[in-house]
């Protein structure tokens, strides 16, 4: 577990009173700096006054409740972190929580050690927000007064951004990339211009960059993952839209790559996600990603099984050809695949040699 910044301050709001001083004395006794509200209107102003970059709060409270709270807290401070504790909350609840932004779930009675360890990670994953906010802020100043030099670096930026994911999650490392590759591959075959194509690697590089915000705990979790955790994963397509679309230099293609990348994991028949879109208001370029994501993920190893066969991928495609998976698309990828007999590795070799 990590060990608390000095002093970090943290709020917490119950209408217990028993549990409000039983978990500031622990915080205390680790290292932080707590202070608590009996309900949710003081626990609002405490927020606003003192800005603390955790708040634990309780989901059933007379009042203002821990929903409300968590709401008006990410509408103060975006990157503030909300750990919602409970001994009623039911799973819609929780999942509902998550979905407006709560960092976290504990369910009492408390284990201390997962108490610790919980505000523990949203202390330190503040602070990465934080860091990453500066440097956003910088790469968007030095865009602005070097804008000869964007063009020569800016595959390269892409590329580093599409990192970020990978180095968090190394059973994944280099999907991105591949799905980018695969993806440039239908949409020649499709005859997409080149400046189209070059959306697509953009789109293909940066669509995951959203499971920053995912904890690593489930990216490299070695089994299935629980309803709560698939929904927590589910995430990523709006935080990755989050993350892309105030930057410069995305803009600069102008196409609308942060709703490409939002919309990677939505559906033709509307079973998709996060938005259950249908055919007709998906772009082209989202429905060439969402079958290079499909067969690139089915291909390679995960924590929670071996790779599949690309007969698998295929079979995939072609069973929810025109349901889930465009038909021309699925068409593009399929005539790619039998021209590599088939075989993952030398498909992906040969497309890493492609130029568009």
């Known amino acids: ?6 002093h970090t301050p943290i709020l917490v709001i119950d209408d217990d009173q028993s549990i409000l001083q039983l978990v500031s004395d622990i915080l205390t006794r680790h290292g932080y700096a707590p202070f608590t509200a009996e309900d949710g209107t003081t626990g609002l102003e405490l927020f606003r006054k003192e800005k603390p970059p955790v708040v634990l709060t309780d989901i059933q409270m007379p009042g203002v409740s821990g929903i409300e709270i968590l709401k008006k807290v990410k509408e103060v401070s975006p990157t503030a972190q909300v750990i919602i504790f409970s001994g009623f909350g ?12 709560a960092s976290d779930y504990l369910a009492k009675p408390f284990n201390i050690g997962l108490l610790l360890h919980t505000v523990s990670r949203c202390v330190e994953r503040h602070g990465l927000i934080k860091d990453r906010m500066g440097r956003k802020a910088l790469l968007e100043e030095t865009v602005r007064e070097r804008t000869a030099a964007l063009t020569e670096s800016f595959h390269e930026t892409v590329r580093t951004l599409g990192l970020i994911t990978e180095k968090r999650d190394p059973y994944t490392a280099g999907h ?27 789109v293909g590089l940066l669509h995951d960059i959203g499971k920053v915000a995912v904890p690593v705990e489930l990216l490299v979790k070695p089994s299935l993952l629980s309803t709560i955790e698939a929904n927590l994963m589910k995430i990523h397509p709006q935080a990755g839209y989050d993350i892309i679309r105030g930057i410069p230099f995305i803009k600069s293609l102008k196409a609308d790559v942060p709703q490409m990348v939002l919309n990677h994991h939505e559906r033709l028949d509307g079973n998709g996600y996060p938005r259950g879109l249908t055919a007709d208001e998906l772009e082209l370029e989202s429905k060439i990603l969402s079958v290079a994501d499909v067969i690139e993920a089915m291909s390679s190893h995960r924590p929670y099984r071996p790779a599949l066969t690309m007969a698998a991928a295929k079979a995939e495609i072609l069973e929810n050809r025109g349901n889930a998976y465009c038909p021309e698309c699925v068409d593009a990828c399929i005539t790619l695949i039998e021209t590599h007999n088939d075989d993952s590795k030398q498909l992906f070799d040969y497309l890493d040699t492609r130029s568009y």
């Open 1 to 6: 577990m990590g060990h608390a910044a000095p």
């Open 90 to 101: 039911t799973t819609d609840d929780v999942i509902r929580a998550l979905r407006l932004g």
């Open 176 to 202: 991105q990339h591949r799905v980018a590759l695969l993806a440039m591959a239908i949409g020649a075959k499709l005859a997409l211009t080149t400046r189209e194509i070059e959306v697509l690697k953009v």
